[in-house]
């Protein structure tokens, strides 16, 4: 190892004014949150496509990241959460999705593990 060069180097760092050298870096938010978003994606596909013993533990960490970063997830994620129990439903094993009858174009969802059913509107109805 060589002191030397590490003595010269701190008294360059003391002689200058050190305030202006420790300049942080920080990411701009955006970034920051677009990274977050793909995270978010990785883990829920993992969660749904690979069923293992992992899965309920990847939408822990989703779950935590997306309060961290105050993320918005899209509508085809929000149908994974129970609106009740909030938990998350695999569509077609731990939830049914209907189309609801009446005139408002909606999704009708059914929680298997809590025998909840709520209703997703899919789009605002047209004024004809
Ligand atoms: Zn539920």
Redesign the pocket.
Known sequence: MDLRGNNHYLKIYNATNSKSITKRYVMKKSALKQIAMQRVKILIDRALYSRDEFSDHHIVIAKKIILKYKLKIPFEYKLLF??????F?IPGRDSIIRIGRSNTKALRIT?K????TYRKIIEKPNQT
């Open positions: 129970c609106k009740q129990c909030k938990k439903i929680c593990l809590c025998g909840h």
